[in-house]
């Protein structure tokens, strides 16, 4: 009996072997699947975030060098809108390559605001300011992505935007356009059009005192990310809704500040970052995460269905050759390999019925032939179909997942327990 016992121990490892190779190939089929979602994105365009308007003003000062001559350094005053509105319709579509797919999109963006002049703290500048040479940029981290010209309307006039920013800009890359603005008025009021591709997610950089987005989309099955969750959103079959309030103590941004002499501001930047809001276009848990999971319970299904033919030898004196059990082990080993290649072409829960039956049908099938019985090879078909139905619910549960797992191991492990309550395993030893 020890002997049995150990040789059963040492196969259950084998098998568990066999189990967890196939996690290897989930984590390699997944990198293929990133890469591939990269190539879709790099053609079309990649993840978008709005940074802006913002506009930069040349601020002239002189300065002495070490060496006691004096020079004309140029820096730039940044201002940040008073108010900021955001209207953002998003239109997706799938792309393929080869099995591989990615969420791409056509948004449209309608931004209006106005920018205060008091926010400008003339007081403390010293210096030049180049109110005639002042640039509106939006940034925009891939520009390919600006289907057409994009017009901005300043004070009732429209501006063309051309591509770039500023010199030292808090962004990389961008849009803008040059402006003469008048110092003597106080508010100026903005609007503009933007047709931009992407894929993925949409951020939003809340830059106003007061920012307001509104987003609406034909996707099923957003995730909103970011530092602000949405003041109110609607979900249905036919995409989403959502809006968002945001005032400038979430921000911890102030209103304008002078470019740093070094010309990196990457304090403000990284407080841009973090105020990041927005929606990523998820295609839910993808299938090789559930595959991932379902391997891991793959102990579970081997410790009980040899349990279960350890049973039948010791009830029923019948003998069951280890090398039965390897093949058994093998073959429930091979249902998440299955399920891992038919999942990237059918779906995962087409994949999961296909293996779960297929693997099923082989133990039965083979059970009935080494256990000489109908009615056991029907006990390892019941035991089997619970164990795939309940590891299918337990995939799909989020927060509850915990809870029904420790449950159905404590109901497995009393069941187990009343059915040997009577045996006597001395008995079973010396015979």
């Known amino acids: ?159 063309i935007f051309e591509p770039g920013v500023p010199r030292n800009s808090i962004e990389a890359s961008g849009i803008s356009v040059p402006l003469n603005i008048q110092p003597l008025k106080k508010e100026h009021m903005f609007s503009f059009d933007i047709i931009l591709r992407g894929s993925e997610a949409i951020y939003i950089a809340p830059l ?26 609607n979900l249905t079959d036919a995409g989403f809704t959502a809006k968002w309030n945001v005032s ?15 010309g990196h501001d990457q304090t403000i930047k990284e407080h841009i970052v973090n105020s990041l809001f927005g929606v990523s276009l998820n295609h839910g848990v993808d299938f090789y995460t559930q595959v991932n999971r379902s391997v891991k319970y793959s102990v579970l299904f081997i410790a009980l269905t040899f349990l279960v033919f350890f049973m039948f030898e010791v009830l029923s004196q019948l003998r069951v050759h280890p090398l039965n059990y390897l093949l058994i ?53 019941v035991l089997l179909s619970v164990l795939y139905s309940y590891l299918y619910i337990l995939l799909q549960l989020d927060e509850f997942s915990l809870l029904f797992g420790s449950l159905f191991l404590f109901a497995i492990l009393a069941i187990v327990m009343y059915l040997t309550r009577n045996i006597d395993w001395y008995g079973i030893g010396e015979r």
């Open 208 to 233: 106003g005192k007061t920012t307001d987005v509104s987003i609406s989309s034909n996707w099923p099955a957003p995730s909103f990310t970011g530092a602000f969750l949405p003041k109110e959103h």
């Open 329 to 381: 082990g093998l073959a429930i080993a091979l249902f998440y390999l299955l399920l891992l290649s038919l999942a990237e072409h059918v779906g995962f829960l087409s994949a999961y019925s296909i293996s779960a039956i297929a693997i099923t049908g082989l133990i039965t099938g083979y059970a009935r032939s080494v256990l000489k019985a109908k009615k056991k090879a029907g006990i390892i078909a």
């Open 1 to 159: 009996m020890l002997f049995k016992l150990i040789a059963i121990a040492l196969l259950m490892g084998v098998s568990l072997a066999a189990s967890f190779s196939v996690l290897g190939l989930v984590i390699e089929r997944s990198h293929r699947s990133d890469e591939a979602i990269r190539e879709i994105a790099s053609a079309w365009s990649r993840e978008q975030t709005i940074t802006g308007p913002v506009i930069a003003i040349p601020l002239q000062t002189t300065v002495i060098t070490s060496t006691g001559q004096t020079t004309t350094q140029e820096n730039n005053i940044f201002l940040l809108p008073d108010t900021l509105t955001y209207d953002i319709s998003v239109d997706t579509e799938t792309r393929s390559r080869g099995i591989f797919e990615a969420a791409v999109y056509t948004s449209r963006i309608t931004g209006t605001g106005s920018f205060n002049l008091d926010d400008v703290d003339r007081t403390h500048i010293d210096g030049i300011v180049q109110w005639d040479n002042a640039t509106v940029f939006i940034g925009i981290p891939d520009t390919r992505g600006v289907e057409s010209s994009a017009v901005l309307l300043w004070n009732g006039e429209e501006i």
């Open 248 to 262: 400038s103590f979430g921000r911890s941004l102030p209103q304008s500040w002078v470019e740093s002499a070094t």
